[in-house]
T-cell receptor, first 112, second 115 residues
Framework: SQQGEEDPQALSIQEGENATMNCSYK?????LQWYRQNSGRGLVHLIL?????REKHSGRLRVTLDTSKKSSSLLITASRAADTASYFC????????????FGIGTKLQVIP | GAGVSQSPRYKVAKRGQDVALRCDPI?????LFWYQQALGQGPEFLTY????????KSGLPSDRFFAERPEGSVSTLKIQRTQQEDSAVYLC?????????????FGSGTQLSVL
């Protein structure tokens, strides 16, 4: 079974607009990661936020984490056509070997 | 190697055939994960290795699925008597630090089609 649920499942925006994707999860986590997947390819790590952090930035990416609500959001600012891809949140569970489980993903389309 | 390598890239099997999928992780990476990804879905956890030890196989769907990593590097996922529902992309990922799996490096996957 999958740990996270992304919302929305699909998002279509114009180039230059911001894209926001949300993720909810169920168990206690050590960290939360966001990955990107282009069609037919493997996943690429984008950004990580630890359980004791609330916000993280990397270039045009901004991630927030609310552990009390077990939710995270990924904001992509000034989107480009090349950002078109599927985005997944993944959680590394606290305790044990830190199993990494993925959500169902948000399919983002950026229209030029 | 420079990245995680998976082979074959595509595999077509007749129902009932056995298949073996190979994963070459990044050299020195301790952690290795296998995931199954159905079309339009997120990767679903199958199994986890820390070096040669298989610490978690709770995601393997049935006893037809078997994974090994005998020398702590290359891993093989074997599916016996394949069924149509096994059709999916099988992804392998590795991580350098088993204590905090903070960044997984993925291969391009093996797309398995069972006819």
């Amino acid at each position: 079974s999958q740990q996270g649920e992304e919302d929305p499942q699909a998002l279509s925006i114009q180039e230059g607009e911001n894209a926001t994707m949300n993720c909810s999860y169920k168990t206690s986590i050590n960290n939360l990661q966001w990955y990107r997947q282009n069609s037919g390819r493997g996943l690429v790590h984008l950004i990580l936020i630890r359980s004791n952090e609330r916000e993280k930035h990397s270039g045009r990416l901004r991630v927030t984490l609310d552990t009390s609500k077990k939710s995270s959001s990924l904001l992509i600012t000034a989107s480009r056509a090349a950002d078109t891809a599927s985005y997944f949140c993944a959680t590394a569970q606290s305790g044990g070997y830190q199993k990494v489980t993925f959500g169902i993903g948000t399919k983002l389309q950026v229209i030029p | 190697g420079a990245g995680v390598s998976q082979s074959p890239r595509y595999k077509v099997a007749k129902r009932g055939q056995d298949v073996a999928l190979r994963c070459d992780p990044i050299s020195g990476h301790v952690s290795l994960f296998w995931y199954q990804q159905a079309l339009g879905q997120g990767p679903e956890f199958l199994t986890y290795f820390q070096n040669e030890a298989q610490l978690d196989k709770s995601g393997l769907p049935s006893d037809r699925f078997f994974a090994e990593r005998p020398e702590g590097s290359v891993s093989t996922l074997k599916i016996q008597r394949t069924q149509q529902e096994d059709s999916a992309v099988y992804l392998c990922a590795s991580s350098s630090n088993s204590r905090s799996n903070e960044k997984l490096f993925f291969g391009s996957g093996t797309q398995l089609s069972v006819l």
